[in-house]
């Protein structure tokens, strides 16, 4: 007869023990795992919406700006014309940003700004740029100094490497080879003196005084005043003009005349649209994506509040000018006839429509958008920063509050994730222990038993035996 009993020695599934005895607490860690991957979800989608809704508003604010003075202007531009327009080559280019103030002023050039230059001696030699330099009479290695600049120089260089060093030295100069002769010129225009020395300066002429000839600066004048310049490119320090620019092209004794005006900016009001509709579609697509059925912010009842708010506003009557809705400048939720299937929550521009109502009345068109200071109106981007407000506020809007709510609950949950897998270690291991010291007494016990077969075979042998 042969008894006995199970332990670890004999296979006893103590793992699958333990392990089902833990389950129901994993399955309890495993649940807010989820709930926390999902929070998580939620959470970055609402960052992603909270930064569509913050771009609309930018782009409300880009318009209203415009109230805030002529260089914020939205609708209107500074330009500047030549009474040169019509002409191909003209003296003088001018170009201005929406700073200049608008006037009138004639301009003459009486000459032009120009580049020193140093030439070398001539020697045929300068005239084949793969020529090394011993053959200009140079010996050995030398150097040549040119505005503060060493360049390092030796008799087996060629006229092409030497060229390029020149180039790519960071001396303020251009090289160029020209009728048996090294040019070299300021990159800077203007009365600016080119230093040069060294040896090699020496060998090839570039040192001498007479073979340096000055640049000059610019001279014109604006409105009987005279003025000088080291550059064709005038700016503002130049022109005495705040924003405007000119080119100076040619000598002119003729004035040119240049009026700098304001002008309604029709293509500037345009881009401005196309930005601010597409902000808008977004903002309602992704809004609507995110709180239909299925969707990580479905049940928001507060956030489609704020949609439908901005929806309403943008199809309703705001202005009480001439243009009172944005359907009247050709902004609308989809074109006239479009299939029942059509998406009638983005808005579409018609261009052709829009481009008539800028035409007939810009001043119309502004009011509706930004409203009027003088007659006291509100615009359209007025009313939507307004409406944005609950969804936007630092302190209490939708997205700040539920930021802060979901970030609460994330915390909590981690907090208690954490608690339960300590919790659930220490469960486990308790468990080990009992059982580990169940199956060392089960050993014993065996040892024990079969010792005590032993014993009894010995005292009472079988008849087998």
Do not use: H
Request: glycine share 8%; charged share 20%.
């Amino acid at each position: 007869m042969t008894i006995s009993f199970s332990g670890l020695g004999s296979g006893l599934p103590i793992d699958e023990w333990i392990t089902a005895l833990c389950s129901s607490k994993q399955a309890t860690i495993d649940n807010l795992t989820a709930k926390q991957t999902t929070l998580q979800t939620k959470s970055s989608t609402l960052n992603s919406l909270k930064s569509l809704y913050s771009t609309l508003e930018t782009t409300a604010t880009k318009w209203t700006d415009s109230l805030l003075g002529p260089t914020s202007d939205l609708f209107s531009k500074v330009a500047v014309k030549s009474s040169e327009d019509s002409k191909e080559n003209k003296a003088v280019t001018a170009t201005v940003t929406n700073l200049s103030t608008p006037s009138e002023f004639d301009i003459t050039v009486e000459s032009l700004a120009s580049q020193t230059s140093t030439v070398t001696d001539k020697n045929d030699a300068w005239k084949n740029a793969s020529n090394k330099l011993s053959e200009l009479g140079f010996s050995g290695k030398g150097t040549l100094n040119i505005n503060g600049t060493d360049i390092t120089v030796s008799d087996d260089m060629s006229v092409s490497e030497l060229v390029y060093k020149i180039g790519n030295s960071g001396a303020g100069v251009n090289a160029y080879l020209k009728g048996g002769q090294l040019v070299l010129e300021n990159k800077e225009y203007g009365a600016k003196e080119m230093t040069i020395s060294g040896d090699f300066a020496d060998a090839v002429g570039l040192s001498k005084t007479e073979n340096q000839t000055i640049g000059d600066n610019a001279v014109y004048t604006i409105n009987g005043e005279q003025k000088t310049a080291s550059s064709n490119s005038l700016d503002s320090s130049d022109t005495g003009i705040i924003g405007l620019s000119i080119e100076l092209n040619s000598v002119t004794t003729d004035p040119v005349t240049l009026r700098i005006s304001r002008e309604a900016d029709e293509s500037g009001v345009k881009t401005a649209l196309d930005e601010f509709v597409s902000a808008f579609n977004s903002v309602i697509s992704k809004t609507d994506s995110a709180t239909a059925v299925g969707g990580d912010l479905n049940g928001e009842s507060s956030l489609n509040y704020i949609r439908n708010d901005l929806r309403t506003l943008i199809t309703s009557n705001v202005g009480s000018g001439k243009y009172k809705s944005l359907a009247d400048i050709g902004i609308t939720t989809g074109a006239v006839g479009a299939s029942v299937d059509a998406d009638t929550s983005q808005l579409v521009i018609d261009e052709e429509k829009f481009k008539a109502a800028f035409e007939a009345d810009p001043d119309a068109v502004k009011e509706l958008l930004v409203g009027s200071t003088e007659k006291g109106t509100t615009g359209l981007m007025q009313e939507l920063q307004t409406a944005l407000k609950p969804a936007l506020d630092s302190q209490s809007g939708y997205f700040k509050a539920r930021s802060d709510s979901l970030s609460s609950e994330l915390s909590n949950i981690a907090s208690n994730i954490e608690n339960k897998n300590s919790a659930l270690e220490t469960y486990k291991a308790n468990l080990t222990k009992k059982y580990n010291s169940m199956d060392l007494m089960i050993a014993k016990l065996n040892q024990q038993f079969t010792q005590l077969q032993s014993t009894l075979k010995t005292l009472f042998p079988s008849s087998d035996d």
